[in-house]
């Protein structure tokens, strides 16, 4: 049974949560709720980043590992965080995938080069999660779960006269609606707002915008096992595609600003 105190406290927490933990994303200039501390997240990231890659084989493909180098070199020199200290691994694995932590921790698995064919392709997947570790997704999602769970238990006490069955029921109801109404539209908004930055971040690294549609129609027909839209964490692949074909413009006004434009740069060697 939760005392007095202990729900004016929790109370307070959520009335006034967003007023101490407010910031903005980059780029986009979203309000964002933040009840963890960015110095938190960077130990966090270097640690989970050495966790992750330490029983993964490295990549043996050292023409490939230079080109991650020389992508995430040029994303991080407009990126705005001179602060983190980068670094990019190349991972041998067939997994089509890429991830970023927070302090500049970037890995790619190899199984995602074939589906970006050039540097410019390559700076679309990097870009993205890049931009998830800038925008401090990772906290957000933190800050975002302890809300949840604020409100869970504020509807528990709430709650607390009711009969045993009764609130076993409304907590049920409260958990399905909290992931499809909260929790997963929230996460396809933060893969929409990767794209949306990390497009940007590319064209000012100087790789072609256009790339970033062409290599997420490439993706989608590699990978046509579709979930439904309000199911996925992210957006269906025809919304991804019209999103980011819809800010090529202002993409564009970047990339012909940018001081050495590459275009598609060079393609990937992939063995």
């Given at each position: 049974?939760?005392?007095?105190?202990?729900?004016?406290?929790?109370?307070?927490?959520?009335?006034?949560?967003?007023?101490?933990?407010?910031?903005?994303?980059?780029?986009?200039?979203?309000?964002?709720?933040?009840?963890?501390?960015?110095?938190?997240?960077?130990?966090?990231?270097?640690?989970?980043?050495?966790?992750?890659t330490a029983e993964v084989p490295r990549s043996q493909n050292a023409a490939a590992t230079q080109?991650?180098?020389?992508v995430g070199?040029?994303?991080?020199?407009?990126?705005?965080?001179?602060?983190?200290?980068?670094?990019?691994?190349?991972?041998?694995?067939?997994?089509?995938?890429?991830f970023a932590l927070p302090g500049g921790k970037v890995a790619v698995h190899e199984g995602i080069l074939p589906v970006c064919l050039t540097e410019a392709g390559l700076a679309v997947v990097?870009?993205?999660?890049?931009?998830?570790?800038?925008?401090?997704?990772g906290g957000e999602r933190m800050s975002q779960g302890m809300a949840v769970n604020g409100v869970?238990?504020?509807?528990?006490?709430?709650?607390?006269?009711?009969?045993?069955?009764?609130?076993?029921?409304?907590?049920?109801?409260?958990?399905?609606?909290?992931?499809?109404?909260?929790?997963?539209?929230?996460?396809?908004?933060?893969?929409?707002?990767?794209?949306?930055?990390?497009?940007?971040?590319m064209a000012r690294a100087g790789y072609n915008p256009e790339e970033a549609p062409r290599f997420w129609q490439r993706f989608a027909a590699l990978n046509n096992a579709a979930t439904p839209e309000f199911l996925s964490t992210h957006p269906a692949s025809e919304t991804r595609v019209q999103q980011l074909t819809n800010l090529l413009p202002e993409a564009?006004?970047?990339y012909v600003e940018s001081p050495q434009q590459v275009n598609l740069g060079q393609t990937l060697v992939l063995s």
């Open positions: 049974m939760w005392t007095r105190r202990q729900f004016h406290q929790l109370a307070w927490t959520a009335g006034c949560g967003c007023l101490l933990g407010c910031r903005s994303t980059p780029v986009t200039n979203r309000n964002q709720l933040m009840l963890i501390q960015e110095d938190q997240e960077l130990t966090l990231g270097k640690q989970s980043y050495e966790e992750a080109q991650v180098m020389q070199q040029r994303i991080a020199a407009v990126a705005n965080r001179p602060d983190y200290q980068w670094e990019f691994r190349v991972l041998a694995t067939a997994e089509q995938n890429a990097m870009s993205h999660e890049i931009a998830h570790a800038l925008a401090r997704h869970k238990q504020l509807g528990q006490y709430v709650m607390r006269q009711q009969p045993t069955t009764r609130q076993d029921q409304l907590l049920q109801a409260y958990g399905v609606v909290s992931k499809y109404a909260y929790v997963l539209p929230y996460s396809r908004r933060h893969e929409s707002e990767a794209d949306h930055i990390g497009l940007m971040l564009q006004k970047l």
